[in-house]
T-cell receptor, first 115, second 115 residues
């Protein structure tokens, strides 16, 4: 069964460092998302990406964040200068098309720890 | 604005008891969809069910059942004859049709099934 794959599963980084979280969406999917879950809290939407551009972003997704689909298979989230409060689980999701009959498939998540 | 409320932060029951997790949502959209996800201790989000706003039929899948009541904007989840493996955090989410079709999650309910 096709699945969304995220790497690494756990990343520890020093405050101020850049970090790139990687995702390989399901191959025929067209819509891509990043969500964030701070420990013990709810899952929050960060950004959506379609047709090689951001289609929507939340208030959380400030200038420190960027997304890219560099090669047609990977979908990356970059945090330029990490802060302690960026520590969270980051989920990538993808969907094949719009409509009420589709759902987003989530990856297993990357746990980011900023020290 | 869209919002999902899961008023029960934590529930603890003894194995084999039935348990209902509540979910109330708010949206002005007439077309939307609703989800339940399970998050086990390993952290991934496991899709359980999707229900669109046109379909108020209740659904049963094994020990799991869902009650969608549009009149009260609720989408409750019942586990019958609970098992220790059901212990997890459960998230209800509202899926939007407009825009990027992001998911809006509730705060989650931590369910603990004691042997």
């Amino acid at each position: 069964e096709p699945e969304v794959t995220q790497t690494p599963s756990h990343q520890v980084t020093q405050m101020g460092q850049e970090v790139i979280l990687r995702c390989v969406p399901i191959s025929n999917h067209l819509y891509f998302y990043w969500y964030r879950q701070i420990l013990g809290q709810k899952v929050e939407f960060l950004v959506s990406f379609y047709n090689n551009e951001i289609s929507e972003k939340s208030e959380i997704f400030d200038d420190q964040f960027s997304v890219e689909r560099p090669d047609g298979s990977n979908f990356t989230l970059k945090i330029r200068s990490t802060k302690l409060e960026d520590s969270a689980m980051y989920f990538c999701a993808s969907r094949t098309r719009t409509g009420v009959d589709t759902e987003a498939f989530f990856g297993q998540g990357t746990r980011l720890t900023v020290v | 604005a869209q919002k999902v409320t899961q008023a029960q932060t934590e529930i603890s029951v003894v194995e084999k008891e039935d348990v209902t997790l509540d979910c109330v949502y708010e949206t002005r959209d007439t077309t939307y969809y609703l989800f339940w996800y399970k998050q086990p201790p390993s952290g991934e989000l496991v899709f359980l069910i999707r229900r669109n706003s046109f379909d108020e039929q209740n659904e049963i899948s094994g020990r799991y059942s869902w009650n969608f009541q549009k009149s009260t904007s609720s989408f409750n989840f019942t586990i019958t004859a609970s098992q220790v493996v059901d212990s997890a955090v459960y998230f209800c989410a509202l899926g939007l049709i407009q825009g990027a079709q992001k998911l809006v999650f509730g705060q989650g309910t931590r369910l603990t099934i004691n042997p």
